[in-house]
């Protein structure tokens, strides 16, 4: 068997740590994973796999309250832990059951993850998923299948590099690196790290002074984070499609 | 005891997975820790632990040759691992014997490394040393004793992340945690592929497709890698002082 000539035919693969690094890669003709586990990614996860129509990502508070009365619907976001002043609901996947969710669009403001959704639109990405535990075979499955370079993109936070996207990202790595050629740094680190954490990502993140972590156990939501740090509960793939993210069919 | 108390009067330490990432962190009047394993900060410490009067930094073979001729001094550097045309010694600590290198002023060009140094210098660093596995002792050493805030810079591949120059930083974090407050997900990371990696470093890199694991091996360097990721056999602290690399002593 000529695993050269094999691996040659395999599309590639990278992961971005931090938005900041994303210029470094040739977006263009890829699939990018944006991930933004606590909790962005989560949340928009769980809205779709409860029946929302779609989920509109934005960059601000204001921009959400604007969109939110001209389209007349849900709108969602916070500030330092609170449903953020003019907005509805929160980050919280708890927040959205299907009896609340369904049929309806939510306007959701989250920083880092819309930032890096529009930077990878605007370098040429042709399909973008969104991916957290809560959806990764979902994202692992489409991976799997779709034959195209890929990069798992992690929003973090603020541009620094985070323990619990790096996680997922090496999850990913961990499950679909047969099907993809690897030369990637990054990749083998993130994938390194979950295989370390895997088996109590929570306290892994914990023992490890995860900024998240304290950052969210301040505010009291050790619930939220050990939600989003479990495997397959809400599995789905969200994709951006002209603005908006979509179940894909 | 209080160790709340007994945190908030450590001082900070943070790692720095790529210079893209360094104007997210305050560097004003810290101590930053400029690494840059295979080869530059390596070849550094070998020169001066063998008696190297000083070593230039500089960022073009050009600059190269030009202060070669000026200061009537040793010239190095490498392109895709030749010497590089115009210079007369390359990158790899095994040119530097004590019998060759002992009083002599060495130039060396090195892309990333220089880059970074520059930049530490700029953004207002007050003390800055280069740190490899050869002299991670004298690196720890120093750190324990200083009593500032630390950042440990990457300089990685041209900003991409990369594997050795992360190992490096966890071994520094694994051995200097008790004397800093580490809210610092990049250093956990770091500290976490270093323990996954530390018994036998080079095949932790060659199992997990380290890019400069290929790039090295490619130019028959096995040796070097070798060399580059053993501990302390040229332990000594190279300090950055008006353009020179010094032995701090």
Not at 57 to 78: F, W, Y
Not at 173 to 198: H, P, Q, W
């Amino acid at each position: 068997m000529d695993t050269i000539f094999e691996s040659m035919n395999k599309p590639s693969l990278y992961t971005v740590l931090s938005p900041a690094l994303l210029h470094l890669y040739d977006v263009n003709n890829t699939l990018v994973v944006v991930i933004d586990v606590l909790r962005a990614t989560s949340t928009i996860a769980t809205d779709l796999y409860n029946g929302a129509k779609e989920v509109i990502p934005v960059d601000s508070v204001q921009r959400c309250i604007q969109l939110g009365k001209e389209l007349a619907c849900v709108t969602a976001g916070e500030r330092d832990g609170q449903i953020a002043p003019g907005l509805q609901y929160g980050n919280s996947s708890f927040e959205y059951p299907r009896e609340f969710i369904e049929g309806k669009t939510l306007v959701l403001t989250t920083t880092n993850g819309t930032r890096l959704l529009h930077m990878a639109l605007s370098k040429g990405a042709t399909e973008i998923v969104t991916g957290s535990f809560l959806n990764l075979s979902a994202v692992c499955d489409h991976l799997k299948e779709v034959n195209k370079n890929v990069i798992l993109a992690c929003a973090g936070w603020k541009d620094r590099v985070n323990m619990e996207d790096t996680m997922f990202a090496g999850a990913v790595v961990s499950m679909v690196e047969e099907y993809f050629t690897i030369n990637c740094d990054s990749s083998r680190i993130a994938e390194t790290l979950y295989k370390k954490g895997r088996t109590d990502m929570y306290e892994f993140m914990k023992k490890n002074d995860a900024s998240h972590y304290h950052r969210l156990t301040n505010f009291g939501l050790e619930r939220d984070i050990r939600h989003c740090l479990t495997a397959d509960l809400a599995n789905v793939l969200p994709e951006y499609v002209n603005g908006k993210l979509l179940l894909r069919r």
